[in-house]
């Protein structure tokens, strides 16, 4: 399983954790994302205050 780096910046807004979200799932429909990998960004992007309702 290889990807590109996908991160969550602090700052992060609504709209880019949407567009981020959508990184998320189309790297784990071609299956480079382990479930380790995915539990942690996504933990990462409901965790930031102004992300987690474009989540």
Known sequence: MTSKSLSVPEN???????????????EIEQGQ???????SLIKDVVNRKNSARGF
């Open 33 to 39: 994302l382990s479930s380790a990998r995915v539990e």
């Open 12 to 26: 992060i807004n609504a709209q880019e954790a949407i567009a981020l979200t959508k990184e998320i799932i189309s």
